[in-house]
Each structure stands twice: as C-alpha cells, then as structure tokens.
C-alpha cells in the first residue's frame, strides 16, 4: 500500500464532509516510473492468465484504463516480492 502510494498509483481523493470525490491517479511519484509501468501491465495481460483474470474482473466495475491502474498496482507488487526475496516470482506463491 505504501509503495504504491510511493510511486503514485493511488486514486486521488477529496473529502468534504459529507462528500467523497475520488479521481485521477495523483501526480506524486516517478512519472516516468507510473507511465513504464502502465505501459507494460497492457503487455502483462497478454502473456499473463492470472493478470488478465483481475483486468477482466475490474473492467466490470470501472472503466479499463482505471483497471489497467489496478492491474500495475499488482505488478508493482510482484517486482516488490522479486526485490524482496533475490528469488522469482512464482504464480502457486500468490502475493
């Protein structure tokens, strides 16, 4: 949750008392970082079943480039564990 909030992959959020407005990706992070990682979570959900499960689970809520978002967050995660751990990622693990 941290890291992504990090890196900006976060919904940004306005709370006015009885109002709650959620938006855009916030424009704190690495803009580079968010935009390389967005980019390949389109490519990961050709190549990887389980990514495309949750694209395809998302894009019944939410529009696809918000899921697409989702989709990176879950990445995001990923090449945490691999950092992590110094070992590869396997999908019988989970996250």
């Not at 919904?11 to 990706?25: A, L, W, Y």
Request: aromatic share 8%; with cysteine; proline share 3%.
């Amino acid at each position: 949750k941290e890291l992504s909030a990090y890196v900006g992959l976060i919904p940004n959020s306005h709370d006015s008392g009885e109002t709650k407005r959620v938006g855009r990706i916030t424009k704190r992070g690495n803009v580079y970082l968010k935009y390389i990682l967005v980019e390949v979570s389109w490519m990961c959900i050709r190549y990887d079943a389980s990514l495309l499960l949750a694209y395809k689970a998302a894009i019944k809520k939410m529009e696809p480039n918000k899921a697409i978002v989702k989709v990176a967050r879950k990445l995001l995660n990923r090449i945490r564990f691999v950092l992590k751990n110094k070992e590869p990622y396997r999908i019988n693990q989970g996250l």
